[in-house]
Antibody, heavy 120, light 108 residues
Framework: QITLKESAPTLVKPTQTLTLTCTFS??????????VGWIRQPPGKALEWLAL???????RYSPVLKSRLTITKDTSKNQVVLTLTNMDPVDTATYYC????????????WGQGILVTVSS | QSVLTQPPSASGTPGQRVTISCSGS????????VYWYQQLPGTAPKLLIS???RRPSGVPDRFSGSQSGTSASLAISGLRSEDEADYYC?????????FGGGTKLTVL
């Protein structure tokens, strides 16, 4: 059974760096074809894809946020970490991590999400 | 501004058939599979349709998807109150993932 869970501070100040951690089980990021992505959703707004990392360390970023994003994986801990620098109130959102494989080719399992608020 | 264009809202009465459109371009829908997600209030999105028209296990056959050229559609037949949710189309665009702006479906 695949499960993912996001963790992060729920309140960050403007200009700070947000570190999001996705801890997962039921699959391994060292297995060929497996990946984990991040998606966010501001309150009352649409889903926005942020980044994706595959088992082979192939990393992809939203072109809109690429300069502020870094995604890494720790295979031994079954974790994927996403950092977003220079936080602004418009970055207030629920952040989701999700499982993907090259074969399935879409985000088929999602975490519950975590609401991060940016405010001074 | 989303790369994929969806109507912001749709509605129907119980038992009706409703469709939700998703318009893109040659670089996304025109050359990749389309996926549809259902997001019930306060929950994470759930995969509803895979690869244009495939239903994952457990998804009722009232839900169907289609794709033609640079557009795709989600159809829901026999509308039920529990179908009231936000629906998102998604696909790849030059190896990057993109979502539509979402459609809020109201069951009247």
């Amino acid at each position: 059974q695949i499960t993912l869970k996001e963790s992060a501070p729920t309140l960050v100040k403007p200009t700070q760096t947000l570190t999001l951690t996705c801890t997962f089980s039921g699959f391994s990021l060292s297995s060929s074809g497996v990946g984990v992505g991040w998606i966010r959703q501001p309150p009352g707004k649409a889903l926005e894809w942020l980044a994706l990392i595959y088992w082979d360390d192939d990393k992809r970023y939203s072109p809109v946020l690429k300069s502020r994003l870094t995604i890494t994986k720790d295979t031994s801990k079954n974790q994927v970490v996403l950092t977003l620098t220079n936080m602004d109130p418009v970055d207030t959102a629920t952040y989701y991590c999700a499982h993907i494989t090259v074969v399935i080719d879409n985000f088929d399992h999602w975490g519950q999400g975590i609401l991060v608020t940016v405010s001074s | 501004q989303s790369v994929l264009t969806q109507p912001p809202s749709a509605s129907g009465t119980p038992g009706q058939r409703v469709t939700i459109s998703c318009s893109g371009s040659n670089s996304n829908i025109g050359s990749n599979y389309v996926y549809w997600y259902q997001q019930l209030p306060g929950t994470a999105p759930k995969l509803l349709i895979s690869r244009n028209n495939r239903r994952p296990s457990g998804v009722p056959d009232r839900f169907s998807g289609s794709q033609s050229g640079t557009s795709a559609s989600l159809a829901i037949s026999g509308l039920r109150s529990e179908d009231e949710a936000d629906y998102y189309c998604a696909t790849w665009d030059d190896s990057l993932w993109v979502f539509g702006g979402g459609t809020k479906l109201t069951v009247l």
